[in-house]
């Protein structure tokens, strides 16, 4: 029979590998989380925005994107809302030309409908409309933020598919 100290003493150790392995588990989910890639099925990455840019779409998706986007993603797109701080990993940067030069209408589209932690998804939120509206806007954001976007090429640009990692 193991004495009640005995007993304790087991208990702790077994309780501290537990602890241990589940810090494991946290730091490997984290390093993984930061570093996957986010996969967009190939027949939506080609999907065009059936919305024409005009004012008044453009008017629409402000008024939904201050609703429902900047406070995380800030008003002008940079990512840094008034939330941003509090998400791992952190909200994206839309007006960063290397992330929106290397991913199409269909991929932005697709983020915006399906979210990923801490993102929420918005298809249920938003029409599909709606979220067409919002890649217009999203777009914007890199034409107004640098003047030398207006000279890229997007439609080139667009067919370089994301790179896989991130360096
Ligand atoms: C709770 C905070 C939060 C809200 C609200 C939010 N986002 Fe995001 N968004 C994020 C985070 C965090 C990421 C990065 C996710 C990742 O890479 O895993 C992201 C990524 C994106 C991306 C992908 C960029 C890329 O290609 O990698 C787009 C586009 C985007 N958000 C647009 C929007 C729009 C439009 C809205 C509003 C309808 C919105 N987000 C609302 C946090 C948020």
Not at 37 to 51: A, D, M, Q, S, T
Not at 102 to 110: A, K
């Amino acid at each position: 029979m193991p004495t009640d100290a005995q007993l304790s003493l087991k208990t702790r150790r077994s309780l501290f590998a537990s602890l241990l392995a589940l810090i494991c588990i946290v730091l490997v989910y984290a390093a993984f989380q930061r570093d996957r890639p986010w996969v967009v099925p190939e027949e939506v990455k080609k999907l065009k925005n059936p919305i024409a840019p005009t004012q008044s779409t453009l008017k629409a998706a402000r008024g939904i994107y201050v609703e429902e986007c900047a406070q995380c993603h800030g008003k002008q797109g940079k990512g840094d809302g008034p939330k941003a701080r509090l998400h791992f990993p952190a909200p994206a940067d839309l007006t960063d030309s290397r992330l929106m030069n290397s991913v199409t209408d269909g991929e932005i589209f697709y983020k915006i409908s399906e979210g990923r932690k801490p993102m929420p998804s918005f298809k249920k939120r938003l029409t599909e409309d709606q979220r067409w509206e919002l890649v217009l806007l999203v777009r914007s954001f890199l034409a107004s933020s640098s003047p030398s976007a207006v000279e890229k090429k997007p439609d080139a640009a667009r067919k370089t598919p994301a790179p896989a990692t991130n360096p």
